[in-house]
């Protein structure tokens, strides 16, 4: 029997940008499980089932600026579910402006527009350790 120490934290990103993938996975696989969506309504029902099978989502990386959904409507039908307010949230993206800022939460102070890969995989790192 595997511990929860044992087994790789999970990290889901949603991005319909492959490129934004392949970069994530090359950043964090070592230290990560990264489950991937390239369209937001399969990611928001993969959310759900993780939740309902009681399968922990470490953080949640979205961009908001997706053709089907955007990350913000996804986040808004996410937080019908109170156990989902729980899931750290960081909105990526290749702009800057205010929407990116409303989608973080939980690990990440407001008005923080520019992170590294690695400083996130550190706040990530933080957060589940207190959680």
Known sequence: MTNEKDQK???VV???EPFIHELVDECIRGHYKVIHYIRSPQGLTALLER???GKKTHAVLLDNKMPEM???EL???LDQYPIARRIPI???GSFMDGEINGINRTILP???LTLTLYD???KIRDYSIQS
């Open 9 to 11: 934290r999970e990290v």
């Open 120 to 122: 996130l995989l550190e």
């Open 70 to 72: 955007t990350g913000t």
């Open 75 to 77: 986040l808004a039908q």
């Open 110 to 112: 407001k008005n923080t």
């Open 51 to 53: 939740m309902q099978s």
């Open 14 to 16: 949603i991005d319909d």
């Open 90 to 92: 960081v909105g990526i």
